[in-house]
């Protein structure tokens, strides 16, 4: 039976991991390797899935927990993707605010499927908006508890991957490499864009070595990282947009994730990361926000003008998900009757995550 490469990409939200795992995609298949990847919500209709497939790569989905939680869903869906595709590689992005995944995902993955699966190192993924001011211990945007779970994944960290390059100056990114060789010693750390490409040939590098590593296992406050997560309020949405009259998909999907982000900032609570995708005969739109201080960005261009068209609205927000999906919801219909668009909630989910019951927890290394 051949070995399939599981690589798993950490990271809080908003750490630009579904852009990597993009990257890391098509590297890999430049060089006549197969991949599969499977990607991970606690909700269902995930703006990531969507906007992977869009870019024409194999996904599947775990759904309503993290990979720890649902961890033979994650066999099962890995194995599925054996079957039907033959990969050579499994990327495997987790929800971004969880964490302790080494001792829940990594160390069972090597230990109890060595024969089907070759466990690639751990790489987090660090978020510079939001772990700058962490790391000076500024104010973060986000509670303790919450900073807790941000800083328990670099801790775990095979290597820490500060992505976003291209966003930060120059003397901030060396405070970056100061406070992080300081704060986490031991664990190497490097610095890319995945979005321009500059200095993430070094990732895939890293990716291949082999030796012991997935073998930091923490010291984890399982209440107080429930905690930390449960402050997160999750919303997951899709809309169905109409018009007599064509409109621009790029357009609407843009100024509605503004709307939101602008309205969010007036009640204070701090964005994790905010995705929109707009979906129509093949055509995506997408926009992000990762952080209350940063500007919306139309990350993916449709170019289309539509009568018809699916919406995706994927929130991490630190509010109570009932107040988050109101007023969302409110924003579109408000910006809907400024552009002639109908708009009609076609399903929503919106919750706090719950305590986090890991499948198998591996209290020290078992495997190599």
């Known amino acids: ?42 909700a269902q209709d995930l703006v990531d899935t969507n906007n992977l497939r869009s870019q024409g790569l194999t996904v599947a989905e775990v759904s309503g927990a993290c990979f720890c939680c649902k961890f033979d869903d994650l066999v099962a869906q890995m194995s599925n993707l054996d079957r039907s595709q033959h990969p050579d590689i499994i990327l495997a992005e987790p929800v971004g605010s969880c964490t302790d995944l080494v001792a829940t995902v990594i160390q069972p993955m090597k230990d109890l499927f060595e024969a089907r699966f070759s466990v690639a190192p751990y790489a987090v993924l660090f978020k510079p ?33 500060v992505n976003r390059i291209d966003e930060i100056s120059a003397p901030e990114l060396a405070e970056l490499q100061t406070l992080l060789a300081e704060q986490f010693p031991g664990i190497p750390v490097l610095t890319m864009s995945a979005k321009t490409g500059d200095g993430f040939d070094a990732l895939p590098e890293f990716l291949a070595r082999e030796g012991g590593f997935g073998r930091r296992i923490l010291e984890i406050d399982y209440d ?8 997160l309020g999750w919303l997951n949405s899709t809309l169905e947009l109409t018009s007599a009259v064509s409109f621009s998909l790029d357009d609407f999907t843009l100024r509605l994730i503004e709307r939101i982000a602008a309205t969010l900032r007036t009640t204070d609570s701090e964005v994790a990361h905010l995705k929109l995708i707009g979906l129509e005969d093949g055509h995506f739109a997408v926009a992000n926000v990762v952080s209350s201080a940063t500007a919306p960005v139309l990350s993916l261009a449709s170019g289309m003008h539509v009568r018809h068209a699916d919406l995706i609205i994927n929130a991490r927000v630190a509010t109570d998900p009932m107040i988050l999906e109101s007023l969302s919801h409110q924003e579109a219909l408000t910006l809907g009757a400024e552009m002639g668009v109908a708009v009609e909630f076609r399903q929503s989910q919106s919750l706090r995550p719950g305590r986090p019951t890991p499948t198998h927890r591996y209290p020290k290394v078992e495997a190599i």
């Open 1 to 42: 039976m051949k070995t399939i490469r599981y690589i798993m990409l950490g990271g809080f939200l908003g750490a630009g991991k579904t852009t990597t795992i993009a990257r890391l995609a098509r590297w890999y298949t430049d060089r006549g390797q197969k991949v599969g990847i499977v990607t991970n919500d606690q």
């Open 129 to 161: 908006s939001h772990g700058l001011r962490i790391l000076r211990g500024q104010k973060g945007g986000f509670s303790p508890k919450a900073e807790y779970i941000f800083r328990k994944q670099l801790e775990e960290a095979d290597a820490i991957v």
């Open 224 to 231: 107080l990282y429930a905690e930390g997560e449960a402050e």
